[in-house]
């Protein structure tokens, strides 16, 4: 059974980092494009970050220059670190695998149950 399982959200201040890993089991996704999305309330999900199989990376306008996707293919896991947080970064991340290898196009297949995190004084 695939499962992607997400850690490292809570609670920052303004300014602050944290970082987002997501564990992923039951296959490897050597092959496959990883991404972040976020979906914060009463808004849409939107995607955050994506890293093709080859590493190519792929940045949402409103983090790019603050966050950092990466993956780890050995330990089957992808992280994000992100820095400079905003309170408008405050949403519910979620991990995605692709259908497919790049990022162009990216196509979820399978998701994660998501991360809290909260940008606040």
């Known amino acids: 059974q695939v499962q992607l399982v997400e850690s490292g959200g809570g609670l920052v201040q303004p300014g602050g980092s944290l970082r987002l890993s997501c564990a992923a089991s039951g296959r490897t996704f050597s092959s496959n494009a990883m991404a972040w999305y976020r979906q914060a309330p009463g808004k849409q999900r939107e995607l955050v970050a994506a890293i093709s199989s080859a590493g190519g990376i792929l940045y949402g306008f409103s983090v790019k220059d603050r966050f950092t996707i990466s993956r780890d293919n050995a330990k089957n896991t992808v992280y994000l670190q992100m820095n400079s947080l905003k309170p408008e970064d405050t949403a519910v991340y979620y991990c995605?695998?692709?259908?497919?290898?790049?990022?162009?196009?990216?196509?979820?297949?399978?998701w994660g149950p998501g991360t809290q995190v909260t940008v606040s004084s």
């Open positions: 995605a695998a692709s259908r497919g290898t790049t990022v162009v196009g990216i196509t979820p297949q399978y």
